[in-house]
């Protein structure tokens, strides 16, 4: 099993319409990542989010880290094609800040 | 500036063929990772090296060994590859210097296949 769930799995919309990806865990971490991936090449850091109940925007992508610190969501608003890949969410470990547990991943496809 | 470079970035095995994958930074980055990538497993720790001189287990650590050869170079060897071994291979690296907004920069990955 892993430290972090993450749902949905897969993901298919039209563009247009919004989505949340979830990541739970019952480990409490210090820090959440979110990265996103393409095809063939290595996750590229979306943003960190450090605080209980800590909300970040990032253009139409909004993520919210819990008030305990064992889950966050992102959530995508008006969704379009180059959404479209693979989004992880990484929490590192308390007390050992700089070693990071992944989710199981959530690929999402936006069709035009 | 090349980052994180993996090499190399195709291999295929046999079972019980040894191998080591490569990895180097150039980004002066204390902190140096193994990932494996499975269908939908996400990215799981395999070892991991916090600064120069230190390695230290992950999730899943069996079947692989690591050298921290200084602060640029973080390898892995197969000892005596399997095919529950075939996945992509992922080094990652953070200078930790921000705490925990340090992000994770990441190679291109390894495509390996035990046959």
């Known amino acids: 099993t892993q430290l972090l769930e993450q749902s949905p799995q897969f993901l298919s919309i039209q563009e247009g319409e919004n989505l949340t990806v979830y990541c739970n865990s019952s480990?409490?971490?210090?820090?959440l990542q979110w990265y996103r991936q393409e095809p063939g090449e290595g996750p590229v850091l979306l943003v960190t989010?450090?605080?209980?109940?800590e909300v970040k925007k990032l253009k139409r992508l909004t993520f919210q880290f819990g008030d305990a610190r064992k889950d966050s969501s992102l959530h995508i608003t008006a969704a379009q094609p180059g959404d479209t890949g693979l989004y992880l969410c990484?929490?590192?470990?308390?007390?050992?800040?700089?070693?990071?547990?992944f989710g199981s991943g959530t690929k999402l496809n936006v069709k035009p | 500036n090349a980052g994180v470079t993996q090499t190399p970035k195709f291999q295929v095995l046999k079972t019980g063929q040894s191998m080591t994958l490569q990895c180097a930074q150039d980004?002066?980055?204390?902190?140096m990772y193994w990932y494996r990538q499975d269908p939908g497993m996400g990215l799981r720790l395999i070892y991991y090296?916090?600064?120069?001189?230190?390695?230290d287990k992950g999730e899943v650590p069996n079947g692989y060994n690591v050298s921290r050869l200084n602060k640029r170079e973080f390898s892995l060897r197969l000892e005596s590859a399997a095919p529950s071994q075939t996945s992509v291979y992922f080094c990652?690296?953070?200078?930790?210097?921000?705490?925990?907004?340090?992000?994770?920069?990441f190679g291109n990955g390894t495509r390996l296949t035990v046959t």
């Open positions: 990484a929490g590192a470990q308390v007390g050992y800040f700089n070693k990071f547990y």
């Open positions: 480990s409490v971490f210090s820090s």
């Open positions: 989010v450090v605080t209980g109940g």
């Open positions: 980004m002066n980055h204390n902190s």
């Open positions: 090296s916090a600064s120069e001189g230190t390695t």
């Open positions: 990652a690296t953070t200078d930790g210097t921000r705490g925990r907004n340090s992000p994770l920069h």
